[in-house]
Structure formats: C-alpha cells, structure tokens
C-alpha cells in the first residue's frame, strides 16, 4: 500500500541539498505544521466550543478582532518560540515584534505572519486562513527589532499558507516550485497531494471587491471595463468574477485553476493615509513569493512587491498578482496612465 509523502518527508528531502541545513529550518517547518493543525482543529469546531464571534476587542489594524484571532495568534506565537528556531517572530495581531522570552533558544529565523486571514468570514463558514514569511535573522541578535524584520521579499527563505476549507491544505515554496500537501486527520499528517502548482499566463477569471469600483484609479476602471465587456470588447472573451474576502483561498484558487486578483490602490485607502489594503510583510511578500514560483507575477500595479524596501512591519500596499500576461497587461495600463 502505498502511503504517499508528508510534509515532514518533503522538508527532510529538501533539507538534504541544503550542504548548511542543520535540521533547524526543517524544525521550524514542523513548528508551523503544528501550529496550523491546531487552528484548523479550531476552526473546524467552530460554534461547538464557543470560539466564533467578535473578541469586542481592535488590533493594530484597527479591526474588530475575532476570538478566533487572538487564539490563533497565541497559537502560533506558542508553537514557534518553544523550540528554538526562531530568534523574534511579528504578526498582524500585534503592534510590535514578538522577542523571545530571557533565557530562551534562539534560532535563525524571522517568522512573519497573519494567524487568520480572512477572519470576518469565520462566523459564516467561509474558508480562512494562514499565511506566513520566513526570514533569516541577523547574526547573533538575541532581539531583533522592527528594522531586521524590514527585507525585502526577495530575502524570503521560504513562504507558505494554510488554508482552512473543504480540506486543510498547506502550500509551500522555499524557491524551488510550489508544493501542496493536504491534512489526513486520521492520521494527523499533511500528505503532498500536488507537487508542482502551476498558473497559465492568460485567464478569463478575475478577483476584485467591485464595491469599490468608484474609488479606483483609471489604469484598474480600463482592465476592469474591458473584462465586463466580454466577447464583443477588447478582450475579445468573456470572464468570470470570484471575491472570497479570504486572500489565502483566493490565491488558492489561482493556483489551482489561475486567474488575477486585485486589491488595488484606491482613493478610499489613500484618503486613510495607506497605500493600499493588504499588509506588505506577511500577505503581499508570502503571497507573491508562491505566486512567482508558480510561474506568476505579483505588482502593485506600478512594481514587483518583492523588490519594494518595507518601511514598516504593518506597511500596505497594493497587489495585482496572478496569471503573467494578465499582471502585465494591468501594469502595463497603470504606465500608461
Ligand atoms: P474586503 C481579509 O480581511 C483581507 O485582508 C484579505 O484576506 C482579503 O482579500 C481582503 O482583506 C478583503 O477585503 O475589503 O473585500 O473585505
């Protein structure tokens, strides 16, 4: 009987054509395999035991945080600072960087992430998930502040989600391809059910919150209108139109059957005084980490998101990420202004 590859196989794989690999990054790939089945244990309890709803509490963002939020958060901050792997860890949920406590093993690696993404679909049964970034630490730095988190994601060591739907699926990528791996509760172990994810460079499925349409900026109304005008437009086709509100199963289903998302600048967000709504360090980098190893792009609409210096941990900016020829055209649009 054949019982397939897990996760832990896949890392240790990998690990070995890595001369420097000393099981440390295979350690913390273990750490967050964890950590992403107990929150999936989490949510799929759901109502059962008493973890939906609002925490009646803000975060950072200044969003009303779930229960489900913070108990993710200390998840996952729990299962990465026990083991020694890490040297600090930042996450959405939290103003400042996370240093380890006195006395603790560090490791040598930073670790980015938003515990639940998508969480204000938590209460109706919409798939969520988590997101994460891996970075190296700097050299003997018991307690890395803001600015060693601040690289830029083609610093990425590697980068991956969870995704809490259907099935729980993890998706991976440590530079070389996009792997899947799919949760066997039976046995509790992440089996990889796809080993190289691959997005076709043209589409005719499109991602976008259309609620916004008045606020967009001219560059995304002309990709957007001429999507609308179907067969007999420009774009001589038809397309379809999708919104999650859950960035990670909108991604996923990029990769899964490609497509292009959206989020793009607008005047409602530059009134805010942001640049865009999602997080540039643990959703924008991650996300166009996969994305790019999967033969995709990822822009702001004006550059690639891994070249962009972060100024700041909770940074935002826009993202245009999916099928090649599609990032292309739209960033093509935004240069013609
Ligand atoms: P809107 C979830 O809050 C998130 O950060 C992404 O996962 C998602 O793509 C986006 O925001 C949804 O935004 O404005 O449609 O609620």
Redesign the pocket.
Known sequence: MHIGTTLTNCIIETQRNIKSATGEFTGLLNDISVACKKISDLVDKGDLIDVLGSAESENVQG?TQKKLDIISNEVFISALSQNGHVAGLASEEMDEVINLPEGAVRGHYLVLF?PL????NIDVNVSVGTIFSILRAPEGVANPRAEDFLQPGTRQVAAGYCLYGPSTMMVLTTGQGVKMFTLDKDIGEFMMTKGEASIPEDTQEFAI?M??SRFWEAPVKRYIDECLAGKDGERGKDFNMR??????A?VHRILQRGGV?M?PLDSKTMAKGQEG???LMY?ANPMSFIIEQAGGAATTGRERIMDIDPQGIHQRVPVVLGAKNEVERVTRYHSEG
């Open positions: 969003e938003d993404d998508g969480s204000s919150n609620s916004n919104w999650v509100a859950s960035m990670v909108e998302f989020y709504k999602l997080r959703e």
